[in-house]
């Protein structure tokens, strides 16, 4: 029965991309919209021209354009193309009615679940989805700046859980993402380390995740996920 939960060896590489794609377009135009460099009535780049700046395929567009759209940020008109919406600050305001917990309040919740899904991992995953969280883990080493590091994190530690295969699990984790994503991911102020200090210890504990998984040793990779949220719980207990 385990082997009809596989997937193919090329889906893992092709959903990273598409995720990471997906999250800087999103990224570029929400920016650009909520900040003003955008404004209300501008007509935007079509989907073609938006899969060639962004190296994505037109499906992932798509895809993010529909998030935008349900979030009113920008506009379709069949035949004369897509616009940012007339009134962005309300949309921006009632966008995605998602709450904006703390980052204390997620990190404990995730605490309740997301070690104890190690197990269902180890016994579903394929070995692609395995093989799939380096580059995840990559894209985490090589983030350069908060907004980079914050997705890189959250879209592996998304991917673990999607490879659960539990539905309601993964439902919770991306309300989470939503959440953090909406607060901005809580971006650091001036007393902060340089990303590099903190980007080098979450790529060290996340490395330590990923290596348990790939080996499917589900009580290392259970207690690797604690520590890891452990110690970011403790560093925000602490600030």
Known sequence: ?????????????????SDSDSQAIYQSLRGSIVEGRLRSGTRLPTERALASRFGA????????????????????????????????????????????????????????????????????????????????????????TWTEFKEAKYAMHLAI?????NSFLISMFEAIIASRRKSGWGRPGSHALPISAVREVAARDNAAIV?????????????????????????????
């Not at 029965?1 to 991309?17: D, F, G, N, W, Y």
């Not at 992932?60 to 962005?88: C, P, Q, Y």
């Not at 859980?161 to 295969?165: D, F, G, L, P, Q």
């Not at 348990?212 to 403790?234: C, F, G, K, N, Q």
């Open 1 to 17: 029965m385990l082997e009809t939960l596989r997937k193919s060896p090329e889906e893992p590489s092709t959903r990273v991309k």
């Open 57 to 144: 395929a037109r499906n992932t567009v798509r895809k993010t354009m529909n998030l935008l759209v349900s979030e009113g940020l920008i506009i379709r008109h069949v035949g004369r193309g897509t616009f940012v919406a007339r009134d962005v600050a309300k949309a921006a305001e009632t966008a995605v009615e998602i709450p904006e917990f703390s980052l204390g309040e997620l990190l404990e919740a995730r605490l309740m679940f997301e070690p104890m899904l190690a197990e269902l991992v180890a016994e579903r995953a394929s070995d692609a989805d395995l093989a799939g969280l380096s580059a995840y883990l990559e894209a985490l080493r090589n983030a350069t």
């Open 161 to 165: 859980v999607r490879a659960s295969r």
């Open 211 to 239: 290596e348990a998984l790939r080996s499917r040793d589900a009580v290392a990779a259970r207690e690797a996920i604690r520590s890891y949220l452990l110690r970011t719980l403790m560093s925000v207990s602490d600030s």
